[in-house]
């Protein structure tokens, strides 16, 4: 069963940092984009960053920019999202993906996703 396990949501104040990883299961995504989108209450899903299968592009949300960086290790299958400076309003369920098409992971809903996790939730606190 193919899978992606997301891992290091938890509480934190605001202005603080937390990293979340995400590793692939029962397939290798060495040849798949991946990213991190979120959902908080009451709202919908947006992207937050992802990286090229390459590791040559990478993508940042407005709101994120300057704040969180993404990174992947082929070798472990997995992505990795630093959050830095946290705000109350970047509390949500962050939920990592793989695609193969850029622009899918890059899309505002990540509508037809190939793979999603099952999410980490993070909660700041102001």
């Known amino acids: 069963q193919v899978q992606l396990v997301e891992s290091g949501g938890g509480l934190v104040r605001a202005g603080g940092s937390l990293s979340l990883s995400c590793v692939g299961n029962?397939?290798?995504?060495?040849?798949?984009?991946m990213g991190w989108f979120r959902q908080a209450p009451g709202k919908e899903r947006e992207p937050v960053a992802a990286?090229?299968?390459?590791?040559?592009?990478?993508y940042y949300s407005d709101s994120v920019k300057g704040r969180f960086t993404i990174s992947r290790d082929k070798a472990k299958n997995s992505v990795y999202l630093e959050m830095n400076t946290l705000q109350p309003e970047d509390t949500a369920v962050y939920y990592c993906?793989?695609?193969?098409?850029?622009?899918?992971?890059?899309?505002?809903?990540?509508?037809?996703?190939?793979?999603w996790g099952k999410g980490t939730l993070v909660t700041v606190s102001s």
């Open positions: 029962g397939r290798t995504f060495t040849n798949y984009h």
């Open positions: 990286i090229s299968s390459a590791t040559a592009n990478t």
């Open positions: 993906a793989a695609d193969r098409r850029w622009a899918t992971i890059t899309s505002a809903t990540g509508s037809g996703m190939d793979y």
